[in-house]
């Protein structure tokens, strides 16, 4: 299994509204990613995990909560979002965080309405 | 000061055509890893190569070749006789051993005409 799966593929959600994000990888890879992506413009990071330990916090609102059950699964609470977080959100994976030697594998991502 | 630069935002050409995008990038690293992805409208981003800085040598996969050039900065992908699907945004990164960070450039978006 050489993928990174990444549920729902779209989501419409109300500002008031608290969704989650999921992510999964079968491939032993101890470092997953967060990533935003605006129209047009390349992946902002976000957060990072390694070893399911949080390691960077790209000064992200508190509305997005992340959280890593376990090495496979990623997740991305949301709750009170806004119009502008409206986005494509991709996962990643890789062998090690401190080692982005090997790239990263990404998910398909979810594309994230807030009406 | 931008780590990737993709200097062309958005290319055009017709099926069958040649066409490079370029890639120029900045560190002070000796020992660094260069990338290219493919990110097709359905959104993922599909990885194409990797490069490590201490192999210069060109690499041809397929209709897909990347001429890397440390003495410009340079890491060029050229795809030839393009097809319509390879229309979709391609991204240069970088990835420095003295940070844990992952580089983008700001994307090229190649349409090829039918």
């Known amino acids: 299994d050489t993928e990174v799966t990444q549920t729902p593929k779209h989501l419409v959600m109300g500002m008031t509204n608290k969704k989650s994000l999921k992510c999964e990888q079968h491939?032993?890879?101890?470092?997953m990613y967060w990533y935003k992506q605006k129209a047009k413009k390349p992946p902002e990071l976000m957060f990072v995990y390694s070893y399911e330990k949080l390691s960077i916090n790209e000064s992200v609102p508190s509305r997005f909560s992340p959280e890593c059950p376990n090495s496979s699964l990623l997740n991305l609470h949301l709750h009170a979002l806004q119009p502008e977080d409206s986005a494509l959100y991709l996962c990643a994976s890789s062998h090690r965080a401190l080692s982005n030697n090997y790239g990263y594998t990404f998910g398909s991502g979810t594309r994230l309405t807030v009406v | 000061a931008q780590k990737v630069t993709q200097a062309q935002t958005e290319i055009s050409v017709v099926e069958k055509e040649d066409v490079t995008l370029d890639c120029v990038y900045e560190t002070r690293d000796t020992t660094y890893y260069l990338f290219w992805y493919k990110q097709p409208p359905s959104g993922e981003l599909v990885f194409l190569i990797r490069?490590?800085?201490?192999?210069?040598q060109n690499e041809i996969s397929g209709r897909y070749s990347w001429n890397f050039q440390k003495s410009t900065s340079s890491f060029n992908f050229t795809i030839t006789a393009s097809q319509v699907v390879d229309s979709a945004v391609y991204f240069c990164?970088?990835?420095?051993?003295?940070?844990?960070?992952?580089?983008f450039g700001t994307g090229t978006s190649l349409t090829v005409i039918p």
């Open positions: 990164a970088l990835s420095e051993t003295s940070g844990n960070q992952f580089y």
């Open positions: 491939m032993g890879h101890r470092a």
């Open positions: 490069r490590n800085s201490f192999d210069e």
